[in-house]
């Protein structure tokens, strides 16, 4: 029998085996970015992080509905329940419409994505989409009892819902501790607790995101958007909701008072967190201001990089780590996750030439095995990885004539390092990987500062010319406020 898959669950603290509560259908939740400024590495580990777990459940047969949220409204700047939204203050320096705003950095994070080969979710709400259900949400809560109206806000009473059910179970935070803990904000004479959040807040004069209700006109509070557009999707209680670690409180912790307070329902069986990226031991954050943007390592354009990074290499850094351990960004190892990741294509290419002998010198089952008992186990990618460096080992051998397979040893270690390398962890072949990267990144900035010159020179002739010729061969140039830039099709 096929060894189960084990999960970590931070609900219980424990690895739990995965049974899904409507088999053979799994309903995965993870939310999704704040679309105010590009997608960095963080961004990065999280989409890759569940796009491993989507791909590996749709492996093992299971029909997944996973639900990324694009956060447009509510996500207030100090993340409690004051200061100005994170996209109106976006819109409001740059003079836009916030929804302009929200379409321009949600087209680019899409963009990212599909370059880190991360499958698109099945479904992608917006919380500006949902802001009925989040109204209706607020409605059944009040009518529980378990939250207030306040100046025109709405705010879930924690400590009321405290004596009932268990606020704290999922980060195991103690409200005795919050409540010496919490600092003082403005916006808190409201409240009748200083850790009770906004699940409605009344619009300022000055905010330009609102909406009508029966309180104010206003938004809904961050938290409520994940637990409005879970239940729309998935249904009261679902099997797995993932995200980053730093979002376990108080989001995901009040995600379920939400769920519980308006449903009675626990809402998730399996809650699943990603680690931070760190750099030098720190969190990388926007928050922090010291992140790289996945723009910038694509072309290489930051101080603290040495070179360009691939987005194949960059997925591969990312699955080189355990999801639920820390991964430090640095420049040594991302130019080893770029040789391993090479090593792995190489690989693939010198596989479609073995050819097969009579017997095997080598066993290529166990190679098989220790994949599958590694993602079974948590989704352990970095042993994943370790085994797929043995069958590389045994690829060159055989290609070198030092070991041999037959055609059935040989057929497995296709599909096994096929399955694995490209289904499951999501690597593919990138155009002009490797060292003939930077002649081409050489002849093409030569051909692009040409192009410039010729602009400025109001040659347009010239200028359209080039790009036409370029474009016939397979590469599009494209105009940034930056200046242009390049890629293959
Ligand atoms: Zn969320």
Redesign the pocket.
């Known amino acids: 029998m096929e060894p189960k898959l084990v999960v970590h669950n931070t609900l219980s603290r424990r690895k739990e085996v995965f049974e899904p509560i409507n088999p053979p259908h799994v309903g995965m939740?993870?939310?999704?970015p704040t679309v105010y400024g590009d997608a960095h590495l963080g961004h990065a580990r999280s989409a890759i992080v569940f796009d491993l777990v989507f791909r590996y459940l749709q492996h093992l047969g299971y029909k997944v509905r996973y639900v990324r949220?694009i956060?447009d409204v509510g996500h207030l700047e100090n993340d409690a329940d004051s200061g100005e939204d994170k996209i109106a203050k976006k819109a409001r320096l740059e003079q836009l419409e916030p929804m302009e705003v929200v379409q321009y950095f949600t087209d680019r994070y899409h963009s990212d994505m599909a370059k880190l080969n991360n499958l698109s979710p099945s479904i992608e709400p917006r919380a500006s989409g949902h802001i009925i259900e989040q109204i209706q949400m607020i409605e059944d809560i009040l009518d529980n009892n378990l939250a207030y109206e306040s100046e025109g806000s709405v705010y879930f009473d924690v400590e009321k819902y405290n004596r009932q059910y268990h606020y704290g179970k999922l980060s195991g935070r103690v409200l005795d501790d919050l409540m010496s803990n919490t600092r003082d904000l403005d916006g808190q004479g409201e409240k009748r607790n200083p850790f009770d959040f906004a699940l409605w807040k009344k619009a300022q004069p000055e905010h330009i995101m609102r909406w009508p209700s029966r309180w104010s006109k206003g938004f809904p509070g961050?938290?409520l958007?994940?637990s409005a557009m879970s239940a729309r999707y998935l249904g009261e209680r679902f099997d797995i909701h993932g995200?980053g670690m730093d979002?376990l409180f108080p989001?995901?912790e009040s995600?379920i008072a939400q769920s519980v307070a308006a449903n009675d329902t626990d809402p998730v069986k399996y809650w699943l967190h990603n680690n931070m990226i760190t750099v030098n031991g720190q969190k990388m954050g926007k928050s922090l201001g010291n992140f790289i943007t996945l723009g910038e390592f694509f072309s290489g354009n930051h101080p603290s990089l040495t070179q360009a990074f691939s987005p194949m290499t960059i997925r591969f850094f990312i699955l080189q780590a355990h999801y639920r351990s820390t991964l430090d960004f640095s420049n040594d190892a991302l130019l080893a996750a770029e040789k391993g990741y090479e090593r792995f294509m190489k690989a693939l290419n010198t596989l479609t030439k073995l050819q097969a002998s009579p017997v095997s010198s080598v066993e290529v089952e166990p190679i098989r095995q220790n994949c599958y008992d590694a993602m079974n186990d948590d989704f352990n990618s970095p042993m994943v990885i370790a085994s797929l460096f043995e069958a590389v080992r045994i690829i060159n051998s055989v290609n070198d004539k030092k070991e041999t397979l037959n055609t059935a040893d040989l057929n497995l270690l296709r599909e096994t390092f096929s399955v694995f390398t490209g289904d499951i962890l999501g690597l593919k072949p990138e155009s002009g990987s490797g060292a003939d990267n930077s002649v081409l990144d050489g002849l093409m900035q030569l051909v692009l500062d040409l192009r410039l010159n010729a602009k400025t020179a109001k040659d347009y002739a010239t200028a359209d010319k080039i790009r036409d010729q370029l474009s016939k061969i397979g590469i599009v140039v494209k105009d940034t406020k930056e200046g242009a830039t390049w890629e293959m099709n």
């Open positions: 939740y993870v939310c999704g949220n956060t961050w938290h958007e994940c995200g979002l989001h995901h995600e």
